[in-house]
């Protein structure tokens, strides 16, 4: 029996030794110079894809204590198609006109400094029917980061993201995946963030050519799949036609991760 839990994303905050945290990957961040717009460096050998299998229901109950996800059980043919870094002048905006003609929503994990410098693109995501949610301020490892510390990265991006949209997000991806039950709960029990990894990674930081990419994401795929991808690479954006139409050729629908988070399939 499949319920939708739309209603349970709006909560009361949980006791924290309820909190059942899921997903999370340990990870090497990189330690190149640049403050944003990083690639999400792993330590694990290059993306296998991973079963095709979807992950099987979970208990209403258990489902709604968790507060962070890299897949969600359900049955239908749903992805959720996430861009990280953004936005980019050029390339966030050649994106986005390949999504709209496919009508294929996705979310974007934006960089707070990115959006204030082009906050017009974040209002294209919103009126577009896109997600827009966090990737911190300036791009840091927020596990390294003291409570301050990530508090003030996560202010200052919902400030901007507030200033240029009039949107409160709701869920934050950590840079590099890099994060633990204190960050987790930090983010969910002042912000109300679900944090949001993925469960498809086609490295495509490495930059390793359009059709090597579009080919990773449809061979990763899975019902309640999180595709993760970068939205300032132009080989990245070259490779979205060809893994959107693969994909949608086989039945897959494109829904933002609030909607893929509202379509989890529970038991009762
Ligand atoms: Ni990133």
């Not at 490495?206 to 970068?230: D, E, M, Q």
């Amino acid at each position: 029996m499949r319920l939708l839990l739309s209603s349970l994303w709006i909560r009361p905050l949980l006791s924290l030794s309820a909190l059942s945290l899921v997903g999370c990957v340990s990870v090497t961040p990189q330690t190149q110079g640049r403050a944003v717009a990083m690639p999400e460096a792993r330590s694990q050998a290059p993306a296998k894809p991973r079963s095709k299998r979807s992950a099987p229901p979970i208990s209403a109950a258990g489902f709604a204590r968790r507060i962070s996800h890299s897949s969600v059980p359900t049955s239908e043919k749903l992805l959720a198609m996430t861009f990280d870094d953004g936005p980019h002048p050029k390339l966030t905006a050649r994106l986005l006109d390949l999504l709209a003609q496919r009508g294929v929503k996705a979310t974007f994990f934006v960089v707070g400094r990115n959006v204030r410098t082009y906050p017009a693109l974040v209002r294209r995501m919103i009126a577009e029917g896109h997600e827009v949610a966090s990737h911190t301020d300036t791009h840091p490892s927020l596990t390294k980061l003291s409570e301050a510390g990530i508090r003030q990265e996560l202010e200052r991006t919902e400030e901007a993201i507030v200033a240029a949209a009039q949107i409160k997000p709701v869920l934050l991806r950590p840079p590099y995946g890099a994060t633990n039950e204190r960050v987790n709960r930090q983010a969910f029990s002042q912000f109300g963030y679900q944090t949001i990894l993925w469960s498809v990674d086609p490295e495509d930081w490495r930059r390793p050519g359009p059709s090597v990419v579009a080919s990773r994401l449809v061979a990763g795929a899975h019902p309640g799949g999180i595709l993760l991808a970068h939205d300032i690479h132009a080989g990245t954006i070259d490779a979205m036609p060809q893994a959107l139409d693969a994909l949608l050729a086989q039945g897959y629908r494109f829904v933002t991760v609030s909607q893929l988070l509202s379509s989890a399939t529970v038991l009762p």
